[in-house]
């Protein structure tokens, strides 16, 4: 094979269709009928004489999209023509006792026909239409019935109208009035609820008249009504309504709401439309095409004032808003101040709603638009989807992200430590990253990726928790296919531009196992990995750069056979398998150019030995003990292995590490002497050399078995020994079992220690034990000690507690040497009171003598309003934060995002 560059192509096809240009939608002009001007003119109402008359209600019409152009002529209705109305449905009238005595009811039969009923002490009617689409109930102290051509249909139980207006029924209602309407839609019914102290409400046209009153609107994906209070509140028909001198809201308190809208005018109206997104665009299903329906409720005001506990903040001269969906496509939004972005503003929108699509299933489109003062103006793009399968019943196929940000740039980055700002980072800068994974059939499986970085501190910078903790930003192909014990593996990858970052390039690699087979009556169990391979490894091009005396730019052929084969024998409890291994692999280029072929192999021998004994009489009220088991695996694994060709003459090609960890590790072992003073320091720089801190000594030592270069000379023992207390608690009849204290330890010995350990027989001394007090009370500890000069050692210990109430504590102490680290930790996170909840985090070094990290939070839920107060501090990077939001409840209870600024909250999308 040669060592020239595999021509590898990988291909991005990028569409964004932006659909812009689009007016706002109008309301259609209200119609006239000339000499019209009174609506209830020659209309002869049996409440003349009985009551005033009802205010004059304009005839108006809920907001409509422009209509196609109307035909040419006069399309007017003749002059003194009535225009058409909505035929009343016949409807079934009844009526019972409010407050459990029946109510007095006197009836009188007026001249022109119609009954009146005069009903005092509490009366419940129930008006509901024959299709059951509609049902209204009203409750009061008094009311007066008026009906129409009742005839003799009227008994003590209620009656049937025909429909038509012929036997229509009016009411006025006096005392605690309570009228509950349910209109059914496409998906779950609306209630609307009005509370008034006087209501007139005419049943065949659905017209009603209050004073001093408040409409609820329960909504089903709402969690808190909207709330609407008038001095005069005026039902047009079944879907609209008219409020005058309104205050609006949706609080859990509505008699005093933190959070309101005051109006000189509201309106609401109901009804069942296509769909429409704030440009007035139709929505279509991506899908079929076809328009979405839905049960819209329109609020509109006009002249309204924002209040802010009682405090007036804004002004709209006009606001109108779907109380379904009252934010729109607003998905979230974010601000904070600190050190390293300035002043930062942040909003993420939903695309689909933008544009007016129904998105397919799974499927979400995020926009994301901010602005950081001593940064710049930045935007990006956030596209999840998932591959559904045949039956909904079952898991999705497959699923991937598509992420795409920019930033115009006038800063400098802040990183922490000594690395300056160089490099001076470039004016534009940005990411992309695409990932995607899929079960093609049902044993293949693809998994891939490509990631772009405009530079290299760009994700440390702007997304820290998924530089941090999240995979590499690589560039990938792979397909596998699994078949009981055997299977196979594709990979192609390609470094893209990041020359920062060493990585290997696989063009391609293809790899095939086979897990225990066993053979010869059982006897024998056989494992097998082959693998062929061409890879181009490529260190760092820029500071800092690769230190490994083995990652050095090579291309080369990788060909590779590990087989293990062992004989499992059961001598009692005891189970002891010896084993054989052997490795052939074949370079065509090593780290001189030349072709070698590596011969691994040796043998060793598993055990393990279980013990178990039950302690009944142990029972203990203080330590929640209602007996003890104590379970015990003693294990061992011992392991010779001779290598012809030493790891320092091949190419570094399995990474041990991730690109965040080498990173990191390739920019402070070159300071180390200067940070940790004496001889731990130098042995710090060194490591990079043969050394105890090598990063591939380590592995070898550690017996690590799929990184293919890392492989030499070593012998060793492997001890540990693994152990729970397992105990009873819970309700009696109701116990589980539990893991009341584990204790685990282990050690590693080396009997040529000069050779494979730095001249000591003993290393790796691990514990790690876990002390559960109580279900919701733990105290951890563990520890990792090199015994000898120079060597590492780790210990930390801590205590947790946490509550149902989301009360959280933790302490914590961590001791880490040669750095001389000995940091204390503390965290806790309190619920003062239903409304009150406090966190704050401490970290302090008193090793390095530094704060390395402090928060204070505190939040206060009200009905309507979440305030949180807060400060943070990284010693790092000498950052200071400051965090103030005021954010409404409604906006959590539409499932929007509010993010906190306490650190990076680009990161945290």
Same mark, same amino acid.
């Given at each position: 094979?040669?060592?020239?560059?595999?021509?590898?192509?990988?291909?991005?096809?990028?569409?964004?269709?932006?659909?812009?240009?689009?007016?706002?939608?109008?309301?259609?002009?209200?119609?006239?009928?000339?000499?019209?001007?009174?609506?209830?003119?020659?209309?002869?109402?049996?409440?003349?004489?009985?009551?005033?008359?009802?205010?004059?209600?304009?005839?108006?019409?809920?907001?409509?999209?422009?209509?196609?152009?109307?035909?040419?002529? /006069?399309?007017?209705?003749? #002059?003194?023509?009535?225009?058409?109305?909505?035929?009343?449905?016949?409807?079934?009238?009844?009526?019972?006792?409010?407050?459990?005595?029946?109510?007095?009811?006197?009836?009188?039969?007026?001249?022109?026909?119609?009954?009146?009923?005069?009903?005092?002490?509490?009366?419940?009617?129930?008006?509901?239409?024959?299709?059951?689409?509609?049902?209204?109930?009203?409750?009061?102290?008094?009311?007066?019935?008026?009906?129409?051509?009742?005839?003799?249909?009227?008994?003590?139980?209620?009656?049937?109208?025909?429909?038509?207006?012929?036997?229509?029924?009016?009411?006025?209602?006096?005392?605690?009035?309570?009228?509950?309407?349910?209109?059914?839609?496409?998906?779950?019914?609306?209630?609307?609820?009005?509370?008034?102290?006087?209501?007139?409400?005419?049943?065949?046209?659905?017209?009603?008249?209050?004073?001093?009153?408040?409409?609820?609107?329960?909504?089903?994906?709402?969690?808190?009504?909207?709330?609407?209070?008038?001095?005069?509140?005026?039902?047009?028909?079944?879907?609209?309504?008219?409020?005058?001198?309104?205050?609006?809201?949706?609080? +859990?308190?509505?008699?005093?709401?933190?959070?309101?809208?005051?109006?000189?005018?509201?309106?609401?109206?109901?009804?069942?439309?296509?769909?429409?997104?704030?440009?007035?665009?139709?929505?279509?299903?991506?899908?079929?095409?076809?328009?979405?329906?839905?049960?819209?409720?329109?609020?509109?005001?006009? /002249?309204?004032?924002?209040?802010?506990?009682?405090?007036?903040?804004?002004?709209?001269?006009?606001?109108?808003?779907?109380?379904?969906?009252?934010?729109?496509?607003?998905?979230?939004?974010?601000?904070?101040?600190?050190?390293?972005?300035?002043?930062?503003?942040? @909003?993420?929108?939903?695309?689909?709603?933008?544009?007016?699509?129904?998105?397919?299933?799974?499927?979400?489109?995020?926009?994301?638009?901010?602005?950081?003062?001593?940064?710049?103006?930045?935007?990006?793009?956030?596209?999840?989807?998932?591959?559904?399968?045949?039956?909904?019943?079952?898991?999705?196929?497959?699923?991937?992200?598509?992420?795409?940000?920019?930033?115009?740039?006038?800063?400098?980055?802040?990183?922490?430590?000594?690395?300056?700002?160089?490099?001076?980072?470039?004016?534009?800068?940005?990411?992309?990253?695409?990932?995607?994974?899929?079960?093609?059939?049902?044993?293949?499986?693809?998994?891939?990726?490509?990631?772009?970085?405009?530079?290299?501190?760009?994700?440390?910078?702007?997304?820290?928790?998924?530089?941090?903790?999240?995979?590499?930003?690589?560039?990938?192909?792979?397909?596998?296919?699994?078949?009981?014990?055997? *299977?196979?593996?594709?990979?192609?990858?390609?470094?893209?531009?990041?020359?920062?970052?060493?990585?290997?390039?696989?063009?391609?690699?293809?790899?095939?196992?086979?897990?225990?087979?066993?053979?010869?009556?059982?006897?024998?169990?056989?494992?097998?990995?082959?693998?062929?391979?061409?890879?181009?490894?490529?260190?760092?091009?820029?500071?800092?750069?690769?230190?490994?005396?083995?990652?050095?730019?090579?291309?080369?052929?990788?060909? *590779?056979?590990?087989?293990?084969?062992?004989?499992?024998?059961?001598?009692?409890?005891?189970?002891?398998?010896?084993?054989?291994?052997?490795?052939?692999?074949?370079?065509?280029?090593?780290?001189?150019?030349?072709?070698?072929?590596?011969?691994?192999?040796?043998?060793?021998?598993?055990?393990?030995?279980?013990?178990?004994?039950?302690?009944?009489?142990?029972?203990?009220?203080?330590?929640?003990?209602?007996?003890?088991?104590?379970?015990?695996?003693?294990?061992?694994?011992?392991?010779?292995?001779?290598?012809?060709?030493?790891?320092?003459?091949?190419?570094?090609?399995?990474?041990?590490?991730?690109?965040?960890?080498?990173?990191?590790?390739?920019?402070? @072992?070159?300071?180390?002497?200067?940070?940790?003073?004496?001889?731990?320091?130098?042995?710090?720089?060194?490591?990079?050399?043969?050394?105890?801190?090598?990063?591939?000594?380590?592995?070898?030592?550690?017996?690590?078995?799929?990184?293919?270069?890392?492989?030499?000379?070593?012998?060793?023992?492997? #001890?540990?020994?693994?152990?729970?207390?397992? @105990? +009873?608690?819970?309700?009696?009849?109701?116990?589980?079992?539990?893991?009341?204290?584990?204790?685990?330890?282990?050690?590693?010995?080396?009997?040529?220690?000069?050779?494979?350990?730095?001249?000591?027989?003993?290393?790796?001394?691990?514990?790690?034990?876990?002390?559960?007090?109580?279900?919701?009370?733990?105290?951890?500890?563990?520890?990792?000690?090199?015994?000898?000069?120079?060597?590492?050692?780790?210990?930390?210990?801590?205590?947790?507690?946490?509550?149902?109430?989301?009360?959280?504590?933790?302490?914590?102490?961590?001791?880490?040497?040669?750095?001389?680290?000995?940091?204390?930790?503390?965290?806790?996170?309190?619920?003062?009171?239903?409304?009150?909840?406090?966190? #704050?985090?401490?970290?302090?070094?008193?090793?390095?003598?530094?704060?390395?990290?402090?928060?204070?939070?505190?939040?206060?839920?009200?009905?309507?309003?979440?305030? @949180?107060?807060?400060?943070?501090?990284?010693?790092?990077?000498?950052?200071?934060?400051?965090?103030?939001?005021?954010?409404?409840?409604?906006?959590?209870?539409?499932?929007?995002?509010?993010?906190?600024?306490? *650190?990076?909250?680009?990161?945290?999308?």
């Amino acid at each position: 094979m040669g060592s020239g560059r595999v021509p590898t192509c990988v291909g991005l096809v990028a569409l964004l269709a932006m659909l812009c240009g689009a007016s706002w939608a109008a309301a259609q002009p209200v119609r006239r009928v000339a000499e019209l001007a009174d609506p209830w003119a020659g209309l002869s109402l049996p409440t003349e004489g009985e009551m005033p008359p009802p205010a004059l209600v304009p005839p108006r019409t809920a907001y409509q999209p422009p209509s196609p152009r109307e035909p040419a002529g /006069n399309s007017a209705p003749p #002059l003194g023509l009535a225009p058409p109305t909505a035929t009343p449905k016949a409807r079934i009238i009844t009526y019972g006792p409010r407050y459990g005595p029946p109510p007095d009811v006197e009836g009188t039969d007026l001249p022109d026909g119609t009954k009146r009923l005069l009903i005092t002490g509490g009366v419940v009617f129930n008006i509901a239409s024959l299709d059951g689409s509609e049902r209204t109930e009203f409750a009061t102290d008094h009311a007066v019935v008026w009906i129409r051509n009742a005839g003799d249909q009227v008994d003590i139980n209620g009656l049937i109208t025909e429909g038509g207006g012929k036997n229509a029924v009016e009411v006025y209602m006096a005392g605690n009035v309570i009228i509950r309407t349910t209109q059914a839609g496409k998906g779950q019914p609306i209630t609307q609820t009005l509370r008034a102290q006087e209501v007139y409400y005419d049943t065949a046209s659905n017209k009603a008249v209050a004073l001093q009153a408040a409409l609820e609107l329960a909504i089903p994906q709402v969690p808190d009504a909207l709330h609407i209070t008038g001095q005069e509140v005026r039902r047009l028909d079944l879907e609209n309504w008219e409020i005058l001198q309104g205050s609006a809201n949706a609080s +859990k308190l509505p008699s005093d709401p933190g959070l309101r809208l005051d109006a000189q005018r509201f309106t609401l109206s109901q009804r069942s439309v296509v769909r429409r997104n704030i440009f007035g665009i139709p929505f279509r299903d991506v899908r079929t095409g076809q328009p979405v329906e839905y049960l819209e409720q329109i609020v509109t005001g006009e /002249n309204v004032v924002t209040r802010l506990a009682n405090i007036p903040i804004f002004y709209w001269p006009k606001v109108r808003l779907d109380a379904t969906d009252p934010l729109g496509p607003l998905e979230g939004f974010n601000f904070g101040v600190n050190r390293q972005f300035g002043t930062q503003f942040g @909003t993420t929108w939903d695309i689909y709603e933008l544009l007016a699509l129904r998105p397919p299933p799974s499927h979400k489109w995020r926009l994301n638009l901010d602005y950081l003062t001593k940064r710049g103006p930045a935007a990006g793009t956030d596209y999840l989807y998932r591959v559904p399968s045949e039956s909904p019943d079952e898991p999705p196929l497959g699923q991937g992200l598509i992420r795409l940000y920019g930033i115009v740039d006038d800063g400098f980055d802040l990183l922490g430590g000594p690395r300056g700002i160089d490099p001076l980072p470039p004016n534009t800068r940005g990411r992309a990253l695409w990932r995607h994974q899929q079960e093609i059939l049902d044993s293949l499986y693809f998994q891939g990726q490509l990631g772009l970085l405009s530079d290299k501190n760009f994700l440390e910078q702007f997304y820290k928790n998924e530089f941090d903790l999240g995979p590499n930003q690589e560039t990938f192909a792979y397909l596998a296919w699994q078949r009981r014990t055997y *299977g196979a593996t594709l990979l192609t990858q390609q470094r893209v531009g990041q020359a920062w970052q060493p990585q290997t390039n696989w063009l391609p690699r293809i790899d095939g196992h086979l897990i225990g087979q066993t053979f010869l009556d059982d006897w024998f169990v056989y494992s097998a990995r082959a693998h062929a391979a061409y890879a181009q490894l490529r260190p760092a091009e820029y500071n800092p750069y690769s230190l490994l005396p083995t990652d050095q730019r090579t291309d080369t052929g990788r060909f *590779g056979l590990w087989q293990e084969l062992s004989l499992p024998l059961p001598v009692g409890p005891l189970k002891f398998t010896p084993y054989g291994i052997l490795d052939l692999t074949e370079y065509t280029h090593d780290l001189n150019g030349n072709e070698i072929g590596r011969i691994a192999g040796g043998g060793g021998a598993r055990a393990s030995l279980p013990f178990s004994r039950l302690y009944r009489e142990v029972n203990s009220e203080l330590l929640n003990l209602r007996g003890l088991y104590h379970k015990a695996i003693l294990g061992a694994n011992y392991r010779y292995i001779q290598s012809n060709v030493p790891y320092t003459q091949l190419p570094y090609l399995d990474r041990l590490t991730n690109d965040a960890i080498d990173q990191s590790w390739r920019y402070i @072992t070159p300071l180390q002497s200067t940070l940790v003073p004496g001889p731990d320091g130098l042995a710090l720089q060194n490591a990079a050399g043969v050394s105890v801190f090598n990063p591939q000594q380590y592995a070898i030592r550690r017996l690590v078995e799929n990184r293919i270069d890392t492989v030499d000379d070593i012998h060793v023992l492997q #001890l540990d020994l693994r152990q729970r207390f397992q @105990t +009873k608690r819970g309700y009696p009849g109701m116990e589980h079992t539990v893991d009341f204290l584990t204790v685990d330890v282990s050690a590693s010995y080396f009997p040529e220690a000069n050779r494979d350990n730095f001249g000591n027989p003993f290393a790796f001394l691990e514990y790690a034990t876990l002390w559960n007090i109580g279900d919701r009370t733990a105290i951890v500890a563990n520890g990792w000690f090199e015994p000898y000069e120079n060597g590492s050692r780790y210990w930390n210990a801590g205590i947790y507690l946490n509550r149902t109430d989301r009360t959280n504590f933790f302490v914590g102490y961590r001791q880490t040497d040669p750095l001389n680290s000995k940091a204390v930790t503390a965290n806790v996170a309190y619920q003062l009171s239903s409304r009150y909840f406090v966190s #704050l985090g401490a970290s302090y070094d008193f090793g390095i003598q530094a704060a390395l990290s402090n928060s204070f939070a505190l939040t206060r839920t009200g009905t309507d309003l979440t305030v @949180t107060l807060g400060f943070t501090y990284t010693a790092f990077v000498n950052n200071f934060g400051f965090q103030f939001l005021i954010v409404p409840n409604l906006a959590a209870n539409y499932g929007r995002s509010v993010a906190p600024l306490t *650190g990076q909250a680009l990161g945290r999308r």
